[in-house]
């Protein structure tokens, strides 16, 4: 079984740029997540999609981060324009089709570096 | 604010100990309890899940769970070095859309 594929892994760019962070999570998964995880500190959720439909974005910067979830498969999360302090690895994750049940799967992460 | 809380350590353990991993959090409500693995540039992969309390086995892992104390565990038997990772606590709230909130991780260096 494919796990959750995530791209690009590494990305550099000056503040005030913009970038996009792609996922696919595990065929048949109806919940992803997009978790923030700054260096030594734990995953921040950003948000929680079910299906296309957002679960919870209350801890999106909502002025500089948007993200979707076009026909409920592969998601975008976009920053725009990018700040120092958005450096840190982008994970995508999803679970089973029970919903979220706290088993989350992992991709790689996307890791931001912000100049 | 739901929040969980770990002490980041290091938590420095010789090879064939038990290390003890601690955890509280801020929800009486919450029902569900998991306990993830980073190593150094990976990302998370879950290693445990408890859901009452009590103790959990499963092979070298133990999560306990005490929900009066706010209080969860996790008990590594026979420390080897291949452990030396974060390890992730991390708490299913269900009373705020079922949202997976992490700790802050504890460091552990398990040394031949």
């Known amino acids: 079984e494919a796990g959750v594929a995530q791209s690009p892994r590494y990305k550099i760019i000056e503040k005030r740029q913009s970038v996009a962070f792609w996922c696919n999570p595990i065929s048949g998964h109806a919940t992803l997540y997009w978790y923030q995880q700054i260096l030594g500190q734990g995953p921040k959720l950003l948000i929680q999609?079910?299906?296309?439909?957002?679960?919870?974005d209350s801890q999106l910067p909502k002025d500089r981060f948007s993200a979707e979830r076009l026909k409920g498969v592969d998601s975008t999360l976009k920053i725009q324009p990018a700040k120092l302090e958005d450096s840190a690895v982008y994970l995508c994750?999803?679970?089973?089709?029970?919903?979220?049940?706290?088993?989350?799967?992992f991709g790689e992460g996307s890791r931001l570096t912000v100049l | 604010q739901k929040e969980v809380e770990q002490n980041s350590g290091p938590l420095s353990v010789p090879e064939g100990a038990i290390a003890s991993l601690n955890c509280t959090y801020s929800d009486r409500g919450s029902q569900s309890f998991f306990w993830y693995r980073q190593y150094s540039g990976k990302s998370p992969e879950l290693i445990m899940s408890i859901y009452s309390n009590g103790d959990k086995e499963d092979g070298r892992f133990t999560a306990q769970l005490n929900k009066a104390s706010q209080y969860v565990s996790l008990l590594i038997r026979d420390s080897q070095p291949s452990d030396s990772a974060t390890y992730l606590c991390?708490?299913?709230?269900?009373?705020?859309?079922?949202?997976?909130?992490f700790g802050g991780g504890t460091r552990l260096m398990v040394k031949p």
């Open positions: 999609f079910q299906n296309n439909g957002v679960v919870d």
């Open positions: 991390a708490v299913l709230f269900h009373n705020a859309g079922n949202m997976l909130t």
């Open positions: 994750a999803s679970s089973s089709p029970r919903g979220n049940t706290g088993e989350l799967f």
